[in-house]
């Protein structure tokens, strides 16, 4: 990953307040930020930077293609021709990493104390009272907190900006607050570790102690992940069914190699930066296996559900990879359990061209056989389809198409993507709606889907396709 800096321009945008919305992106990403507010062929601009990047110094060396330019060693303003921008990115970026040490661009938050909530009390924040008044030249101290549940979540402020939140830990409960947080609410983990402030709250003549959060991750984040996936199997098996359902096509070969040989790849990678490493898998065992073997490697990652929009290129694990929507360009992609088609093969390699490709042999049954237990035998896809046309004009849930036909769910949804594949029916999942489309007769072996489902069935996942070399 060679891109050292985050350059954004827009439109229109107020040049007034871009330098904040700088300083926000920066405070969110801890990555250098410029932002630039285009009018015509004209860019205006504000910089802001991080601890160990002076920004000041990087952009100097794009001097020439300013019209103007000041600042210091953490903020700087621009004026740039809109043409100038792509080649200003390439260089500033250039210019930085030659500059900074790689450990600069790891977001990081120093704390004074790790603490348990039973030892935030009221005079423990009053002894700190004595160090006031706080700010820069004598900052507040900052204090870790790990493994506290989350409840009563809920946003405040206008448009749910902030988050209001209680941790517990054993019978201690503490009110927090985060403030710029809210867009977390939905998906925050029920366990966390934390960086935060204390301070006193007085509401109604009461004091109590309030948790500033400022910044937050799920505790144990490889194993509160496999409790999200778990949680989330329903989403799990309807994207492995997406990646089945890609055209499949000729696919170039791709690198292949055993558990053990991508283990030591995946080890002497780790060494090479925090950057730049994408795992892919499919199935929960694949993934509980695999937690292992990452905890033995101590590595660091960022765990997600389909897609990252994360553009900085953290080596990432990604659940069932929307590989259509990975938000940066990875250096090494290893496919845990494989890839499911040639269709995946396919856009895998027209997505990251550059990137090295490997698919672990040895893991495809794995991810072959969840494939295979989604596929209902024919008599049930008959059996389905007529409760569909029986059920088309009332309310349906699947419970209800669950306990008529008596597929599990994840067979239904598999049922009646086949059935969209022949023509048969129109319908989405959330929520669940369907129209049966008028037809005539039609052959169950039209639909790609059950062809190649079958086809890995009688292959016993033992498959090499154009993987193999």
Known sequence: MNERVIVVCGEGWNPGVIGLAASRLVEKYKWPTILLSRDGDICVGSARSIPGVNIHEAMS??????????????????????????????????????????????????????????????????????????????????????????????????????????????????????????????????????????????????????????????YMPGKAFIAECQRQSEKISNAMLSVLCLPDQKAESIECMTLEQA???????????????????????????????????????????????????????????????????????????????????????????????????????QSSSAACRLLPDDSSLRQLYKVLRQREKTDCTMNVLSAATGLEEDMIRCGMRIMQQLGLIEYTLYPLSFKVLPSGKVSLEDSSLRAKLIRMKDEGGNRFDAGRM
């Open 263 to 365: 283990k030591t790849v995946l080890a002497r990678e780790f060494e090479k930066g925090y950057q730049g490493i994408l795992i892919g898998v499919h199935t929960l065992a694949a993934l509980k296996l695999l937690n292992v073997h990452l905890a033995v490697m101590h590595a660091q990652l960022d765990y997600v559900l389909e897609k990252t929009e994360d553009i900085r290129g953290f080596n990432t694990l990604v659940m069932v990879p929307d590989w259509a929507n990975i938000a940066f360009s990875p250096r090494l992609i290893v496919a845990m359990d494989g890839m499911l088609s040639d269709g995946e093969r396919v856009l895998v390699k027209e997505k990251f061209p550059k990137a090295r490709v490997i698919e672990v042999t040895d893991m495809r049954t």
């Open 61 to 218: 060396t794009c001097r020439d293609l300013f019209i103007r330019f000041g600042g210091h060693a953490q903020a700087a303003g621009l004026t740039i021709e809109a043409k100038n921008v792509p080649e200003f990115k390439r260089r500033l970026s250039e210019a930085i990493r030659e500059q900074a040490a790689p450990e600069a661009f790891i977001p990081t938050e120093e704390y004074d104390l790790e603490l348990e909530l039973s030892e935030m009390t009221e005079a423990f924040v009053d002894a700190f009272s004595a160090m006031q008044p706080t700010g820069f030249g004598n900052p507040a101290p900052v204090f870790c907190v790990r493994g506290v549940h989350t409840t009563d979540v809920r946003t405040i402020g206008k448009d749910g900006a902030h988050l209001r939140m209680r941790l517990a830990q054993g019978s201690d409960m503490r009110s927090a607050i985060g403030f710029r947080m809210g867009d977390r609410a939905a998906n925050l983990p029920e366990v966390i570790e934390a960086i935060i402030t204390l301070s006193i709250n007085v509401w109604q003549d009461k004091r109590s102690v309030q948790c500033e959060l400022r910044q937050m991750q799920a």
